[in-house]
């Protein structure tokens, strides 16, 4: 993540070593019709030790002071008109999308806004319409300030965006949709990711 995430981009035969935001930054990630939903997000045994593996895997990485890159394996896709489309590693690229803004919304309102300018327009699904619109939703809206000032500790982040004015209930049968409030339903590395993540995720931002 930042400069610990790396993710490799290949265009025109030549790959290239980029974070999550130096892409997002360079070009309009669009994950297109032909990509599969978002499916790190299905309530199985394996995909739910597929998303745990996921984020331990960059928490140790990040507690360790050695390493200056993290590679998430290639993600493969093409370059058309400022669009970087993924044909494989669309699940990694959206789990980054997600990390980031619960870092940014979970340390202030400054991280988020920042975060918010670089990624609005920029990561976009193309799958369903309803993915698209809950994107920018998640984008343009900071959920996370009323998810910390919460008054029930029993409610978790999903349910805060499910009480949203601008979320449809409809959008639940979205399996994309779905998959990301489950993502957002997980407690389970919440503190960790606040105090592992957030240093070069705002360092990152500021350059």
């Known amino acids: 993540m930042m400069e610990n995430n790396a993710v490799s981009q290949l265009n025109s035969g030549l790959g290239r070593r980029m974070s999550f935001i130096d892409l997002v930054k360079e070009y309009v990630i669009v994950i297109p019709v032909i990509q599969r939903d978002y499916v790190q997000g299905r309530q199985t045994e394996k995909i739910a030790e597929i998303r745990k593996n996921f984020v331990s895997d960059l928490i140790s990485f990040i507690g360790d002071e050695n390493k200056k890159s993290h590679d998430l394996d290639a993600i493969y896709g093409s370059v058309q008109s400022g669009q970087f489309v993924p044909l494989d590693g669309q699940q990694r ?54 998810y910390k000032n919460r008054k029930d500790e029993n409610q978790n982040l999903s349910d805060v965006i499910r009480n949203q004015g601008w979320f449809y209930d409809v959008w639940q049968q979205d399996p994309t949709v779905a998959g990301m409030l489950v993502r957002a339903s997980e407690r389970v590395v919440e503190y960790q990711l606040s105090l592992l993540i957030q240093g070069c995720l705002l360092t990152h931002l500021s350059q």
């Open 93 to 146: 690229l959206t789990t980054l999308f997600l990390l980031h803004l619960y870092v940014a919304g979970m340390n202030d309102g400054n991280s988020f806004l920042t975060l918010k300018y670089i990624l609005c327009g920029r990561f976009s699904y193309m799958t369903r319409h309803s993915s698209a619109m809950f994107c920018e939703k998640l984008i343009d809206n900071n959920v996370f300030e009323e």
